[in-house]
């Protein structure tokens, strides 16, 4: 039986577009979070590549990796869409140095310990850039999506403080 809730129960918002507004500032901070070096890209792949990694030694953390690994998937598609409703492109380009997002962005360590604790900043970081997105987005239902995001940011910090403190204290 399965311990952890992976998401919110709460709904996510719908995007409303503002017709004939300037969306360029709340599509900087999309890309940001869609495919920037910690945005939602980043998270699915590390997950993803830790799950595989510890399939065979740890299958319980294995199988709760590809389950966050699927919320994050859900929420790189709802970035994308808010993306496209907003008049942009959903690429995967990290718009601070102007590159598409590659894989050598991902931590390959194959230390138990060391990956759940990148996981929980990175976390940690994902849910502290969701509430400052939400006060700093212009668009209303972004600033939602973006606080609705960070419900479930918060859930995998819990989760991954919690695999933490079960399998890496001394």
């Known amino acids: 039986m399965d311990e952890f809730k992976y998401n919110s129960e709460e709904s996510y918002p719908q995007i409303r577009v503002c017709r004939g507004c300037n969306n360029s500032k709340d599509l900087r901070l999309l890309q ?21 990694t510890f399939n065979d030694s740890h299958k319980e953390i294995s199988e709760i990796l590809e389950k966050i690994a699927i919320v994050e998937m859900k929420h790189l598609y709802m970035l994308g869409e808010a993306i496209i409703a907003l008049g942009g492109k959903a690429k995967y380009i990290n718009i601070e140095n102007n590159t598409y997002w590659n894989t050598g ?52 910090i819990d989760i991954f403080k919690s695999l933490i403190e079960k399998y890496c204290q001394s």
């Open 32 to 52: 940001r979070v869609y495919a920037g070096a910690n945005g939602e890209i980043t998270a699915i792949m590390q997950y993803i590549h830790n799950s595989l």
């Open 105 to 156: 962005i991902i931590n390959y360590g194959n230390n138990l310990c060391k990956q759940l604790m990148k996981n929980l900043r990175s976390e940690t970081d994902a849910y502290k850039t969701y509430l400052k997105y939400s006060d700093l987005a212009t668009n209303t239902s972004l600033r939602m999506l973006f606080a609705r995001i960070a419900l479930d940011e918060r859930l995998h």
